[in-house]
C-alpha cells in the first residue's frame, strides 16, 4: 500500500524547536521529490520546503527561510522539517507530498504537481 505519514508534531512555545517526519510505505522517498506544504487555520495551503531529488536543492517560503531546514534522513525512506524559532505564526497543519519529477524554484510550490499526500500533522505555537 503506498502510503505517506508525517509526524512530530505537536504544543510549543515561541523560539523552541521542533522536528517533523515524513516516512513512506509501498514506495522508496528516496527517489522522489518531497515537499513541506502548511495549512494556517482559515488560510490557503502553502509550500514550506522542497527538496529536489534531481539535484537535492531546496527551496524554502520566505517566511521560514533561515529558520527551517529540509533533510533526508540516514534512515531510507525519511525526510525531516526542522523548524527552530518557531512563531506563531507557524501554527497550522504540516502535510508532505511527493513529486516523481524534480521541481524548480518556479514551480515546487504547485501542489499539482505532488502525486502522494499524508494526513498532515498540527503544529501549534503557543505561549
Known amino acids: 500500500q503506498v502510503k505517506v505519514v508525517e509526524s512530530g508534531g505537536g504544543l510549543v512555545q515561541p523560539g523552541r524547536s521542533l522536528r517533523l517526519s515524513c516516512a513512506s510505505t509501498?514506495?522508496?522517498?528516496?527517489?522522489?521529490?518531497v515537499a513541506w506544504f502548511r495549512q494556517a487555520p482559515g488560510k490557503k495551503r502553502e509550500g514550506v520546503s522542497h527538496?529536489?531529488?534531481?539535484?537535492?536543492?531546496?527551496y524554502y517560503a520566505d517566511s521560514v527561510k533561515g529558520r527551517f531546514t529540509i533533510s533526508r534522513g540516514r534512515v531510507r525512506n525519511t525526510v525531516y522539517l526542522d523548524m527552530n524559532d518557531l512563531k506563531p505564526e507557524d501554527t497550522g497543519v504540516y502535510y508532505c507530498?511527493?513529486?516523481?519529477?524534480?521541481?524548480?524554484?518556479?514551480?515546487?510550490?504547485?501542489?499539482?504537481?505532488?502525486?502522494?499526500w499524508g494526513q498532515g500533522t498540527q503544529v501549534t505555537v503557543s505561549s
Open positions: 527538496i529536489s531529488v534531481t539535484d537535492g536543492s531546496r
Open positions: 509501498g514506495f522508496n522517498l528516496d527517489f522522489y521529490s
Open positions: 507530498a511527493t513529486a516523481g519529477d524534480g521541481l524548480d524554484g518556479g514551480t515546487w510550490t504547485r501542489e499539482d504537481e505532488y502525486d502522494y
